[in-house]
C-alpha cells in the first residue's frame, strides 16, 4: 500500500490565478481551498430578500448592498471568503486591479445552514472580527425567522440582538433596518410550512 502525497498548499496569489479562471467558486483558507456547495431554496429565498431589503433601505446613502460573488479578504487568517452577501460604504478597496476581493465591507450577512452553521458561528466569525472595517455581522437562519445581529462596540466588544417575527432589524453600521417578516417573504412556502 502506497502513501497518499501530502497536497501543496497554495499560495493566495496562485487562488486568485485558479479562482478567477474556475466556474466553481471555492474559499481559501491558509493554502488550502474549499469549494463552495449550492444551497437550498430557503438560504437562496433569505439571502436574496434581504440583500433586496439592504439595497432599497440604503438608497442614496453612500453604502452598497453587495451579493454573494463578492469575495472577502481577511488578511490575518489568509482568508478569503464569500459571504452571502455585504455591504460597503464610501468608496470600495480591493485587492488589487481586478476589483473582484473586497478589503473594506462595513457589514457581512451569513444565512445559516446546517452544514455552515458551527463554521459560521465559530472560526468565521472570530475572522470577521479581526477586519477593522466590520461593523456588524449579521447571521440569519434559514429554519425559522430569525435574524441575529452582532455589532462591534467602542471598545472592541461584540453586542448581539435577536430579532423575531414582527421585529425591524437595526443595522446601525449602515443606518437602517429590515423587517424580520420582509426578509422571510416567501422563503418557506415552496416547502409547504406557513409561518
Known sequence: MGVAAPRRKLSPEEYLELERASEVRHEYAAGEIFAMSGGTFEHSAVAANIGRLLGNALGEGGCIALSSDMRIKIPSADRYVYPDGSVV??????????????????????VLSDSSEAYDR????????TVASIREVVLASQKAPRIEVFARQADGSWLLRVYGPGARAALSSVGCDIGVDEAYRGAFEAAGVAR
Do not use: I, M, S
Open 89 to 110: 460604504c464610501g468608496r470600495p478597496e480591493f485587492e488589487d486591479e481586478r476589483r473582484d476581493t473586497l478589503l473594506n465591507p462595513v457589514l457581512v450577512l451569513e
Open 122 to 129: 465559530g472560526d468565521k466569525f472570530a475572522h470577521y472580527q
